[in-house]
C-alpha cells in the first residue's frame, strides 16, 4: 500500500505543477490508486477470516460487497497493468512491421480511453461475476462427481460446468495481451543487447547493462503475473471443494506478493519515481 500510494501521490503532485501527464504517467496514477484499494480489500478479506469469520458466514450482504470489490479492483489492475506493458513495448521495441509501426504511433493517444473504457467494462464483467457467484455456491465438486461405479449416474449441472470458466474470462484476455507484448518486447531488448555486446563504442557497456536490468525487471513482472494468473484460476477451479481454504489462503498470497512486487519493480526501473523515494527515504532518515 506504501509503494502504490507513494506512486499515485507522486504522479497526482507532478501532474497539478506541470497540468499534464504523459500516456505512462496516467497508467501509473491510474494502477497505483487502484491497487492501494485491492490492497485494502485484501486487508479486510484478513481481517474478516481471522476475527470475523461467523459474521461474514451470516451478512450475504457483506460477503457480496467483498466479493464485488475484489473481483472489480483486481481485474481492473490486471488490465491497467496489461496496458502499460503494451505501452512499454510499442515506445521500446523495435520493429518494422507496418502494423506494429503504427501501433507505435497511435496507442499513446488512445490511452486516456483505454483506461476509461476499462472501468466501464470490469463494472459491467463484475456484476454478471458476482451474480454467478451465487451458482458457485451450489456447485460442491465433492457432490457432484461420482466417487465410484454406482454414482455414475450423478451428473454435475450444466450451470456448474460452465461458470468455473467465467471466473478466468475477465483475466484470459489481459493475460495473453500481456504475455504477447512481453515476449514481443523481451525479443527487441535481448536482441538488441546482443547488437551492443558485439559494438565496439566505448559505451555500450553501459548501455547492455541497461538493457540487462529492463529484462531482468520485465522478467520478473512477467514470472508475477503469470503466478498471479494461474493462482487465480487454481482457486476458481477448487472454488467449492472442500480443499478450498488452503487454496484460497494461496491465491490470497500469491496475488498480493503480485501488486506489491510490481510496485516496488515500478519504482525501481522509473528514474523519476526512483529519485524521489531515494530523496524521501533520505528525509525519513534525517
Known amino acids: ?19 499534464k501527464l504523459t500516456p505512462g504517467d496516467m497508467i501509473l496514477s491510474c494502477l497505483g490508486l487502484f491497487r492501494f484499494a485491492f490492497h485494502a480489500v485484501l486487508m479486510l478479506f484478513a481481517m474478516f477470516d481471522l476475527f470475523f469469520m ?18 472489480f479492483s483486481n481485474t481492473t489492475n490486471l488490465w491497467f497493468a496489461t496496458w502499460l506493458s503494451v505501452l512499454y513495448c510499442v515506445k521500446i521495441a523495435t520493429f518494422t512491421h507496418p502494423l506494429f509501426l503504427q501501433m507505435k504511433r497511435r496507442f499513446p493517444e488512445l490511452v486516456p480511453r483505454l483506461l476509461l473504457g ?9 456484476v454478471v461475476t458476482n451474480t454467478s457467484d451465487r451458482i458457485m455456491h451450489t456447485c460442491n465438486l465433492y457432490q457432484l462427481f461420482p466417487s465410484n461405479s454406482s454414482d455414475l449416474e450423478i451428473k454435475m449441472p450444466d450451470s456448474c ?8 474470462i475477465p ?42 536490468n529492463a529484462i531482468k525487471a520485465l522478467a520478473s513482472f512477467s514470472i508475477l503475473f503469470v503466478s498471479s494468473f494461474l493462482a487465480e484460476i487454481l ?8 480443499s478450498n481454504t488452503w487454496t484460497s489462503i494461496i491465491s490470497f498470497c500469491v496475488v498480493a506478493a ?4 510490481h510496485a516496488i519493480i515500478l519504482i525501481l526501473i ?3 519515481l526512483k529519485q524521489e523515494s531515494i530523496r524521501l527515504l533520505h528525509q525519513l532518515k534525517c
Open 235 to 242: 482457486e476458481a477451479i477448487m472454488r467449492g471443494t472442500e
Open 161 to 168: 460446468k460452465y461458470i468455473f470458466f467465467l471466473y478466468a
Open 54 to 71: 461467523d459474521t461474514l458466514k451470516s451478512s450475504h450482504i457483506l460477503q457480496a460487497a467483498l466479493s464485488v470489490s475484489w473481483v
Open 118 to 126: 476499462t472501468v466501464v467494462f470490469t463494472s459491467v464483467l463484475t
Open 171 to 212: 483475466n484470459y484476455f489481459p493475460f495473453m495481451i500481456f504475455l504477447a507484448s512481453s515476449i514481443l518486447l523481451l525479443t527487441s531488448l535481448w536482441r538488441h543487447k546482443n547488437l551492443l555486446q558485439n559494438s565496439t563504442i566505448g559505451t555500450s557497456d553501459l548501455n547492455t547493462e541497461a538493457h540487462l
Open 270 to 272: 522509473n528514474p523519476k
Open 258 to 261: 503480485y501488486s506489491s512486487g
Open 1 to 19: 500500500m506504501v509503494a502504490n500510494g507513494f506512486i499515485t501521490i507522486f504522479n497526482c503532485i507532478d501532474w497539478f505543477r506541470s497540468r
